[in-house]
């Protein structure tokens, strides 16, 4: 890349789903981030387009220009975080976003993304293993994977699995109520495609997960 993306390109990469990196935007502006690097036309129909590793790199690294004005939130978009971006829940959150049937179907949809993202990342094209950016958003990727599967997070005032990180560059810790909840989120983990092995705090003596994304 000779030069930094024209705002409205940049306004493209800011808006792609936080996940997927799926892009949205006009043929020639989609186009020219294939040309830049940051973007690539996926081989099987719709032929989406999505970012390539350094155009999530450059989307992470924050707007080099004013960002536009931002947009409210819907009304009960499920997210919990007040910006209308899907989040997967990590647990432990002070206000809670609402567990219904759209909630639901976002957690679904965003699962099947990140399944696809690994197709498409992986060298190997496979969907059972974590990819790039699991490896690079660990709670996140982890909260999503249990969130997905059915394990309710830690509420206000409800029980439920933490995800928190670690001082491990590698590794998320996962917190549960019991030990038949634990038990559960490490299969799923393990399903997911995680590695994970059970400790206990030397302090509180509770039992937690560590878990890190499986590479082979």
């Known amino acids: 890349m000779t030069r930094p993306p024209t705002a409205a390109q940049r306004r493209v990469i800011d808006a792609a789903d936080p996940v997927t990196g799926r892009l949205r935007g006009t043929e020639a502006q989609l186009a020219a981030l294939v040309r830049r690097g940051l973007a690539f036309r996926h081989p099987r129909p719709p032929h989406d387009h999505f970012l390539t590793p350094a155009g999530h790199r450059l989307r992470e690294a924050g707007p080099t220009a004013p960002p536009p004005p931002p947009r409210p939130a819907a009304s009960g978009d499920g997210t919990g975080n007040g910006t209308g971006v899907f989040a997967a829940r990590v647990g432990g959150e002070e206000e809670a976003p609402d567990s219904g049937p759209a909630r639901t179907r976002e957690v679904h949809s965003a699962?099947?993304?990140?399944l696809e993202l690994r197709r498409m990342t992986?060298?190997?094209?496979?969907?059972?293993?974590?990819?790039?950016?699991?490896?690079?958003?660990?709670?996140?990727?982890?909260?999503?994977?249990?969130?997905?599967?059915g394990h309710p997070p830690e509420g206000p005032d409800t029980p439920g699995y933490r995800v928190r990180a670690t001082p491990q560059p590698d590794a998320v810790a996962v917190h549960a109520p019991d030990t038949g909840t634990l038990h559960a989120c490490a299969v799923t983990l393990e399903r997911a495609g995680w590695q994970t092995g059970e400790h206990t705090d030397p302090r509180t003596r509770a039992r937690y997960l560590l878990a890190s994304p499986r590479r082979v």
């Open 122 to 149: 992986n060298p190997d094209g496979s969907a059972d293993r974590p990819c790039g950016w699991e490896r690079s958003h660990l709670v996140r990727a982890a909260a999503l994977a249990l969130e997905a599967a």
């Open 111 to 114: 699962w099947q993304g990140l």
